[in-house]
Structure formats: structure tokens, C-alpha cells
């Protein structure tokens, strides 16, 4: 996983490090960092359940993202989660995600509705299984680089690949 560190130190200077993590599973290797080094972080992974709080500064929630809430499901938009958490306005350092394909449709409805406008960073993985998937996604990240304010800073190709 990489993180700009830049931004995150001074965040760190100002009290004011933000993250939100969504897919958690068993690995809490990033949260655990971000918190040790004085971040506070969300995490969130609606197909685990653990308790509420963890480390110094860590809160968890058994819900998803996705591009449209879907409360049956326990799957909510990005914008949903930070009204929620009251940080609709707050600056979110860094945006962890790996959720299983609903980053596809994900991006490109959290980039239109203005729910990345304050976030200064993204890490995440994706998933694409179909052409059309492939379009959907690569045309999120298009809208984020070309209308949004984010650059590709590196990509790593997983070379697990299951049919």
C-alpha cells in the first residue's frame, strides 16, 4: 500500500489526519499503521464484524460503499457515510478501498456527486472482471484525473487472477 506521506505529516503537525478505510476482512495492517503514527480512521467492512473500536484512534462499522444506498444490503454512498460521521465538509487524508467491484460503479457516482472533493488522496484495488467493467471503471478514473484534482502516482498489477 502506498500513502503520499507529504500531506499526511502535516496533517499529522495540525491534529487533523482523517482516513477512511473500506474492506477491512482479517487484514488491519494499513489501520493499524495510520493509527499508530497519530491518525484518526474509519474503517468499514459490512462482511466482518468486529468491535466498535480498536487501537487509539480506530472506529469500525459493519457497512459498505457503494454508488447507491442499498440499507438491506448495509451498503451506503460515500456521501451517506460522511454525513453520517459528520465529516461532509472535513478533509479526508486518505481514502483506502477495496470492496469487491463496487469501486466500478463507485468512483465515478462518488466524483459526481462531490463526495471526493475534500478527499486529498486514494489507495485502492479494483476489480474488473468484464469489458464493461473495465469501460466503467477506466472512465471513473478518467472523470477523477481530468475533472477532479487527482494524478496517478502508481499501479501495481495483481497477478491473481480467478475464473
Known sequence: KFVCMDDILQDLEEGTCLIYSFGIKEDWSFEDVMDSIGCTVFAFDPSVDYPEHRGKRITFQSIGVTAITDEKQKLFSLSDILHANGHTNSKISHLKFDIEGHEIDGLGAWH????????????????????????????????????????????????????
Not at 472512465?139 to 496517478?152: A, C, E, S, Y
Open 112 to 163: 459526481a456527486s462531490g463526495a471526493l472533493k475534500n478527499v486529498q488522496q486514494l489507495g485502492f484495488e479494483y476489480h474488473l472482471s468484464t469489458p464493461e467493467k473495465a469501460a466503467t471503471m477506466l472512465k471513473g478514473m478518467r472523470d477523477i484525473t481530468v475533472d477532479g484534482d487527482f494524478r496517478l502516482i502508481v499501479h501495481d498489477i495483481n497477478g491473481v487472477w480467478r475464473r
